[in-house]
């Protein structure tokens, strides 16, 4: 019997993303992305990695989904390549890409897993970003119609749809700060970029009500705790308005209508307006909001900083990303959103990055600090349950060590080692920890 058990029908699994595990990206008439792009460009990547082969999923993903009935996950949250699907982004489509999600979800199905599709992991098709990008517009229609070939063909099996992950990391890392595809440095664009995700997801949105009557549909935010330095109320404002940059962007149009005040007050005519016609576009019911938690921020007042908020760099508990481990910072999270948005959560990522991990001489990975870093978070997420917050499962990250995007494959996030040169899987200490959780229900 566990201590903190949670509530029954809770769902336990594991997340990946394309681009991060899948390899092969130009196979089967798969056109190019972004990511194939940036990843291809000298000086993006942590010692030039690519993600041409990773975990090469594409080709073993039958072996993978063995493992992970192994490992008696319940879900399993991953993401479809646009590019696979329509290489030039829409027009023709290319049956031999969707195919591979077709015998993926198959492949889940047929080992009692239940699928969580999310159709956006950052891989936007080349072509696209040739016609402007995110920040075009037009992008929205593609988008939708995208995701309406998707919900068409997985719709009758897949019943869990995330339209977006993280949407303020692929367009301020990706537009704003180009530290990410497709390298863009221009905070004009970030903002335009993010106005079209909205809008592509609103429309996503509406076309999934009558094509999967009977599934749910949210949208996945990179969420960090942001908490004042101090408790002056000059600090309490810097970390609202960190909140309102890093956590609300995206979920206060969709819930409430309209762009947290404090961006306006940040970036003034740079933050394209909200007209009655792109409110009624995202301002949509979904059933879900997906949060994806790894650490806080800590900020105090400081006018001439960033958003007037300065973030702090505490003593503490690190991972390899240099993320502060703050378990606390989740059931705060967790307990502000649904008191705020009313609606159902999931947790769709968490997980320490870690570096430097290799098979001891007994072959084993012994990987305690992820172990410690989810179990501590997962009795965080148990406390907000037991106070009523309606979570209704956790997704680790990761499935399966992968290429960190720019920090390629020097940090590993798996629950499973990969070997990237024999491609070996090896579950690790955590996965045989977290194995027991899920049979659990609960620690
Ligand atoms: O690997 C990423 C993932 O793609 C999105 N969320 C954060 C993870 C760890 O950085």
Known sequence: MPVLEFPDGFLWGTATASYQIEGSPLADGAGPSIWHTFAHTPGTIHDGDTADVTCDHYRRYREDVALMRELGLQAYRFS????????????????????????????LLAAGITPMATLYHWDLPQALEDEGGWPNSDLACHFADYAEHMFDALGDRVKLWITFNEPWVFTYLGYGLGVHAPGTTDMGAALKAGHTALRAHGMAVERFRSLVPDGEIGITLSVQAQLPASDTDEDRQAAMRSSAFYNEWFIEPIVCGDYPPALRDQFGELLPEMGEADRATIQRPIDFIGLNYYTRLLVENDENAFLGARPWR??????????EIY????????KTFYATYG?????????AGLEGEKPGADGAIDDVQRLRYLQSHIEMAHRATSEGVDLRGYMAWSFIDNFEWSFGFAKRFGLVYCDYETQARTPKLSAAWYRRVIKDNGI
């Open 80 to 107: 479809v390549a646009w590019p696979r699907v329509f290489p030039a982004g829409y027009g023709d489509s290319n049956s031999a890409g969707l195919a591979f999600y077709d015998r993926l979800v198959d492949e």
């Open 314 to 323: 505490v003593p503490g508990h690190y991972t390899a990303m240099d993320w």
């Open 327 to 334: 378990p606390a910072g989740l059931y705060h999270l967790l």
């Open 343 to 351: 609606l159902p959560l999931y947790i769709t990522e968490n997980g």
